[in-house]
């Protein structure tokens, strides 16, 4: 993982040996470092100079930076396979491998809310966002299907079907689940294993589009300031969809294997991939 903070001053990079490191800009001096366990997932709080990461121990921890201090917020024993923070930036969100989500509290360290197997999903949870609104969770799983949460309550909102039924292992396993950043947004994405992306109206939960974009999608992505919709495949592409009619706009090629990840620059003019094919490409979005 390789990931910018907030205010573009630090530069979090972690490896699969349990290694984090941060580099200070400019000059890239190096700020801090530790080692975790196996490290399955890296972020920085939207606001402060704070950085989170989620390990295969079932365990997020949180460090200020440059100082180190740190907390540990642990899990009952499952992967923690992904967090969010949410948006108010004191409460944190964790799927787990057994298909449990936590909410904690970041100040006392303790689970405001527990959804456990079975109550929120029976596979895997694969991808947490948490809306604008501060209050609105969305958790995708292996389950095929991504549902909705609200944080205050603890109550589940609804369920987002993806495949053909809720099941272990499905063929629509929910790989990525995204909100637009509008508090007034009433839209959902899920990006799917069978390579379908769809939008959904989170009131209803009824699907406004859907699209094949591919063999599989392996991240999903909004603009950040247009209504477009950006899906990374396994068949090594990143295709490019309206968020308010499901048509298809542009299409970025030239990788020979799956997409890793992607990002926007800054200004959002440019789009960075990576791929298993060991090379990274600079799309003009200008064009």
Not at 7 to 36: N, R
Not at 75 to 88: F, H, P
Not at 105 to 126: E, M, P, R, W, Y
């Amino acid at each position: 993982n390789a990931i910018w903070s907030r205010d573009g001053q630090h530069l979090a990079l972690c490896d699969m040996a349990g290694t984090i490191k941060v580099f200070k800009y400019p000059g890239y001096a190096e700020e801090w470092s530790f080692e975790v366990g196996d490290i399955l997932w890296l972020r920085w709080h939207p606001v402060a100079t704070v950085l989170f990461c989620g390990t295969a121990d079932s365990e997020m921890w949180m460090w200020k930076i440059p100082s180190g201090d740190s907390k540990l917020y642990a899990g009952q024993g499952e992967k923690c396979e992904c967090g969010s923070i949410l948006a108010d930036g004191k409460r944190a969100v964790c799927g787990y491998t057994d298909g449990s989500v936590r909410v904690f509290d970041l100040k006392s360290v303790s689970a405001q809310h527990t959804f456990s197997k079975g109550l929120a999903h029976i596979d895997s949870v694969n991808s947490l966002d948490c809306h604008m609104n501060n209050s609105l969770i969305v958790s995708g799983s292996m389950d095929g299907c991504a549902k909705l949460w609200n944080s205050s309550t603890g109550k589940c909102l609804g369920t987002l079907l993806c495949g053909a039924k809720q099941e272990e292992n499905s063929a629509s396993s929910v790989e990525c689940v995204v909100f637009p950043k509008d508090r007034t947004s009433t839209l959902c994405v899920t990006g799917c294993l069978d390579g379908v992306v769809t939008v959904w109206d989170t009131p209803t939960q009824i699907s406004r589009s859907s699209c094949k974009v591919g063999e599989g999608v392996t991240k999903v992505d909004l603009h950040p300031f247009d209504p477009l919709v950006y899906a990374a495949t396994l068949d090594g592409a990143v295709r490019c969809l309206d968020l308010r009619s499901g048509d298809s706009v542009a299409e970025f090629t030239g990788h020979n294997a799956s997409i890793l990840d992607f990002s926007f620059s800054h200004n959002a003019t440019k789009l960075v991939t990576s791929s298993d094919d060991g090379t990274c490409r600079v799309f003009d979005l200008r064009n």
